[in-house]
């Protein structure tokens, strides 16, 4: 959407939403790789290193850590509606359940952290942006009834964009 771009149209908060639909679709398969194991939705381990990884690469970047880790916490809070969303799914309805489990340490999380990283250099690019104000909320809106549209998102996915962007206007 380059054209969009260019006319502004999408609006400051485009490829930062993009972003968190990226990391709450890869919850369906977050959620396949634990459907049917031992392993639980909530892993506090992964989350504190998810989280000491933002704040570092923060200080690194030159921007405040607080802002972005509370911005990753929602993105974790949102892959954990989608997770448990699709468990309660699977477990009404057995014919939807994924034929395939994926191995989270080897395929997916490191997906996870190479978002991790352009999530950060899409809130460093969008510091100006995010000075909290009705300006920003009315944007932050904007991108995500766009992104809701553009990717057809169901509406526990719905919910899960609205948890995600909802610390956006807070740099
Ligand atoms: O890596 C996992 O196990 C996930 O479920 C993903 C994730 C995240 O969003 O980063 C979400 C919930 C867990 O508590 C830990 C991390």
Redesign the pocket.
Known sequence: APAAEHAGVAGPFRQLTELAVQ?IQL?DL?AAA?FGTT?P????V??KQ?LDTVAAESVRLGMAPEPNVRFFRA??E???VV?RGLFSRWERDPSQRPSRRPD?ARQ??PR?DRLTAQLLGELRATLEARRPGVVCEVRRIQAEVTAVFVHRLDKLHRDAVTVSLRPVCAA
Request: charge should be positive; hydrophobic fraction near 35%; proline fraction near 5%.
């Open positions: 990391r919850g977050v634990k392993q939705i909530d892993d506090p992964r989350e998810v993105q974790i949102a892959s954990k997770q989270l997916v999380r996870l």
